[in-house]
C-alpha cells in the first residue's frame, strides 16, 4: 500500500498542510480537499487548459501534475485573482469584452492570459493566440478572448467610466 | 482520470535518487523517474504506465540551467523547454535549440516539461531529438557505476528507446557552440499545439555567397531522429541563392523510413520532408 505523503503548500496566500495519496493529482487536491472549485476539469488529458493555474507565478496545467509536486510551492488559482473585493484587470476586461459564453474554458483562459503578460507584457494579437494556444474554448470563436487581453496589455481596461467592477457586480469573469 | 497508487520519493541528489532507483529495482518495484511528468502522467493517468514508485528529480538542484563551458554550453536534463527557448546564452551560441523548444506543445507545457525528459522519452514525432542530433551534442548519463557520455548518435536507439538505462538519469546535455549560424525549426502540424507530423532542424554556416557547412535533423521520419546527410552534403560548398538549395533538398527523405498513421502515409512524410528542408533551410539563411 503506498505511503500517503505530508504537504503544505500556498494557495491563494493561505498555508495549507494536508496528509495526500502520491497519486492525487493537484486539480483534485484543489477542488476535493480545499474547495477551490473555480478551478475546473475539462478534458483531464492535458489538452485544454480549463485546470491551468500558476505555479510560483507561472501558468502550469494542474491535471498533469501531482500535488506532491506543489509542496513548498506557492499556487494561485482563479478564486486568488480579485483583491479587496475588486475583479483583476484581466477579470474585468474578460467581463467588458463579452468574452464568455458558457464561461467553463475562462478561469484557465484568465490564468493563462496573466502569465502571458508577466512574460510579455504588450504581445500584439499572434502572440495573445499563440500564448493561449493550449487553452481551448468551445464558445467564443476566441476573438472576444484576445481582445479582452490586448484591452489589458494596451491599458485600456476599464474603458470610458473608468470604474472597476466589484466581485459582487459580477457573477461572470469566473469567480464565482 | 487517478493513476494507480505508487510510492513517492523526492531525493535532493542525484547520489541519492541513483540509491533509490537501486534499492526500488532490487525490491522488484518497479520504478519510475519523473522529471516535468508532462509526457509520463499522461500515460500514467490513462494507466498506460503504473509504476510501483516514482522517483521525482523535481528537487535536484543543480540539474536545471545553462553554463557557458567555452566551447560549448551545458544544459541540464531538468531545464524546463521555457528556458531553452529564452534563455540567452542558447539564442546566441544555439539558435536551432531555441527556435525547437519555443515549437514544444504549449506554454503551461513548456513552463513545466523538461529538456532531457522530452530526450530520453524519444517520442519520434518529439521536437527536442533532431535537433540535438544535428548539432552533435553528447549526453551525460548517471548511474550506479559513475558517469558516462554518450554521442547523440548513438543515443537514440528506437522507438521511444534510447541509451538511458533502469537505474541511469540522464543528467546534463553538452552542446557545441555554433555561434554565427544561421537557423530554423520547420514544424508541420494540422492544429496548434500538435506534436510534429514532421519536423525539420536545419542550420547554415554561410561565406560570403556561399552555403559553407549545413546539418540537417529530421523529426518523425524514422523511428529515431535522423541526419539528412544527403542534403547537407548538397548543400556545402552550394551557392547562396533558392535554386540550389530547392535542388540539395529533394535528397530529403533519401534513407528515411518513416510511419503511416492517421496524419499522413509515408510517402506523404517523404514528400513534407523535402518541401520543409527547402523551407527550413531558405529560413536558416536568410532567404
Ligand atoms: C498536450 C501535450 C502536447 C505536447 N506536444 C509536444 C510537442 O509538440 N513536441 C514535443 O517535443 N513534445 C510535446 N509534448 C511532450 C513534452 O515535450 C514533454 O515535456 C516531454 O516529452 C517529456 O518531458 P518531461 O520532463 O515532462 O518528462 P516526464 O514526463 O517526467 O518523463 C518522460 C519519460 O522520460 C523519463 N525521464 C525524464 N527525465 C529523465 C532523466 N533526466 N533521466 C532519466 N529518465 C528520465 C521518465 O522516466 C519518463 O519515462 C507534449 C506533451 C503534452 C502533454
Ligand atoms: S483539464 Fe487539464 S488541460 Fe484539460
Ligand atoms: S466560453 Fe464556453 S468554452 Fe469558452
Not at chain 2, 41 to 53: F, G, N
Request: glycine share 10%.
Amino acid at each position: 500500500m503506498a505511503s500517503s505523503k505530508t504537504i503544505t503548500v500556498e494557495v491563494d496566500d493561505v498555508s495549507y498542510t494536508d496528509d495526500v495519496e502520491p497519486r492525487l493529482l493537484l486539480v483534485q487536491y484543489l477542488r476535493e480537499r480545499l474547495g477551490k472549485t473555480g478551478t475546473l476539469i475539462g478534458c483531464d488529458t492535458t489538452n485544454c487548459g480549463a485546470c491551468t493555474v500558476h505555479l510560483d507565478g507561472v501558468s502550469v496545467k494542474s491535471c498533469t501534475m501531482l500535488a506532491v509536486q506543489a509542496d513548498g510551492h506557492k499556487v494561485t488559482t482563479i478564486e486568488g485573482m480579485a483583491t479587496d473585493g475588486l475583479l483583476a484587470p484581466l477579470q474585468e476586461a474578460f467581463h467588458q469584452c463579452h468574452a464568455l459564453q458558457c464561461g467553463f474554458c475562462t478561469p484557465g483562459m484568465i490564468m493563462q492570459s496573466a502569465s502571458l503578460l508577466t512574460e510579455n507584457p504588450h504581445p500584439n494579437e499572434q502572440e495573445i493566440r499563440d500564448g493561449l494556444e493550449g487553452n481551448l474554448c468551445r464558445c467564443t470563436g476566441y476573438q472576444n478572448i484576445v481582445a479582452a487581453v490586448k484591452s489589458v496589455a494596451d491599458g485600456t481596461v476599464y474603458g470610458d467610466s473608468g470604474v472597476s467592477t466589484t466581485v459582487d457586480d459580477a457573477e461572470t469573469a469566473g469567480v464565482s | 482520470m487517478i493513476p494507480s497508487a505508487f510510492d513517492y520519493a523526492a531525493p535532493t541528489t542525484v547520489e541519492e535518487a541513483l540509491g533509490l532507483l537501486a534499492a526500488a529495482d532490487s525490491a522488484g518495484d518497479d520504478v519510475k523517474v519523473l522529471a516535468g511528468g508532462q509526457s509520463l502522467l499522461p500515460v500514467m493517468k490513462l494507466r498506460m504506465a503504473d509504476p510501483s514508485m516514482v522517483v521525482d528529480l523535481g528537487r535536484i538542484t543543480g540539474l536545471s540551467g545553462v553554463t557557458d563551458d567555452g566551447d560549448s554550453l551545458t544544459i541540464g536534463a531538468m531545464t524546463p523547454h521555457h528556458v531553452v527557448a529564452s534563455d540567452p546564452l542558447i539564442a546566441r551560441h544555439l539558435p536551432l535549440l531555441a527556435k525547437a523548444a519555443a515549437t514544444v506543445a504549449d506554454p503551461q507545457v513548456r513552463h513545466r516539461g523538461t529538456f532531457g525528459g522530452a530526450l530520453v522519452h524519444a517520442d519520434p514525432a518529439g521536437d527536442m531529438p533532431a535537433p540535438v542530433l544535428a548539432m552533435g551534442a553528447t549526453l551525460v548519463i548517471a548511474g550506479p557505476n559513475g558517469e558516462r557520455s554518450v554521442d547523440a548518435a548513438d543515443f537514440f536507439q528506437g522507438y521511444f528507446t534510447t541509451a538511458v538505462r533502469e537505474g541511469e538519469i540522464l543528467t546534463r546535455i553538452r552542446v557545441p557552440k555554433f555561434t554565427g549560424w544561421g537557423a530554423h525549426y520547420e514544424k508541420f502540424t494540422r492544429v496548434s499545439q500538435q506534436w510534429s507530423i514532421v519536423g525539420i532542424a536545419a542550420m547554415v554556416r554561410v561565406e560570403g555567397g556561399t552555403i559553407a557547412e549545413a546539418r540537417l535533423g529530421l523529426t518523425n521520419m524514422a523511428s529515431t531522429p535522423l541526419r539528412a546527410t544527403a542534403v547537407e552534403q548538397a548543400l556545402a560548398g552550394a551557392a547562396l541563392t533558392a535554386e540550389a538549395i530547392a535542388a540539395a533538398c529533394l535528397h530529403a527523405a533519401e534513407g528515411t523510413e518513416p510511419a503511416s498513421d492517421l496524419n499522413g502515409d509515408a510517402e506523404y512524410r517523404r514528400h513534407l520532408a523535402q518541401v520543409l528542408a527547402k523551407r527550413a533551410v531558405l529560413a536558416a539563411a536568410g532567404l
